[in-house]
């Protein structure tokens, strides 16, 4: 577990932290790919600037998240209803795409440098199609991830049968 986040009552622990950053590799990676092709379409290098911008930050975000996934994953262990090992697709799609984003995000770090050089700059035609290709791979393997850590919980069997004994309590007039 992270030092700064153990949890006295009340506190942030890493399930918590994890679930506020898990958001920004997935986000930021999409509307990279979106602006890529974007991009591709009307050669805009602003467009190009931000697919680069976005893609880098979600590499920068990607190892923190998936750090705190480990630490999130220890505390949900001590949870009745989880189910052993319900974790382990999530957490290996995760490596994954950590390794894309990391990758994606340092190729995308280098884009934006290429794009800043000079008012006018833009990227040659191979980085274009490397940074698209960095961006889909990016949005795709921590989309696949995201999609999975949310079974982590959804799909716990004892979420889906109410104790016994539990009665629904009667519906109000604003329930559908």
């Not at 590799?25 to 602006?35: C, G, H, R």
């Amino acid at each position: 577990m992270l030092v700064g986040v153990l949890s006295p009552k009340g506190a942030m622990n890493e399930r918590y932290l994890h679930l506020v950053l898990n958001h920004f590799p997935v986000i930021l990676s999409v509307m990279a790919l979106l602006a890529s092709l974007l991009a591709m379409v009307t050669k805009s290098r602003a467009a190009w600037l931000y697919a680069a911008a976005s893609l880098t930050v979600a590499g920068l975000f990607s190892y923190p998240t998936f750090l705190t996934g480990h630490g999130a994953h220890e505390v949900l262990e001590d949870f009745w209803w989880v189910k052993a090992e319900s974790w382990s697709e999530h957490e290996k799609a995760a490596g994954f795409a950590n390794v894309f984003l990391l990758g994606g995000g340092a190729f995308a770090a280098f884009a934006w440098w290429r794009l800043t050089r000079s008012k006018d700059a833009m990227i040659a035609r191979w980085i274009q199609l490397v940074l698209v290709f960095a961006c889909a791979m990016g949005a795709t393997t921590v989309g696949r991830a995201a999609w999975l850590g949310g079974k982590v919980i959804r799909d716990q069997e004892a979420l889906t049968v109410p104790p016994k004994g539990w009665v629904a309590p009667p519906k109000t007039e604003h329930e559908h």
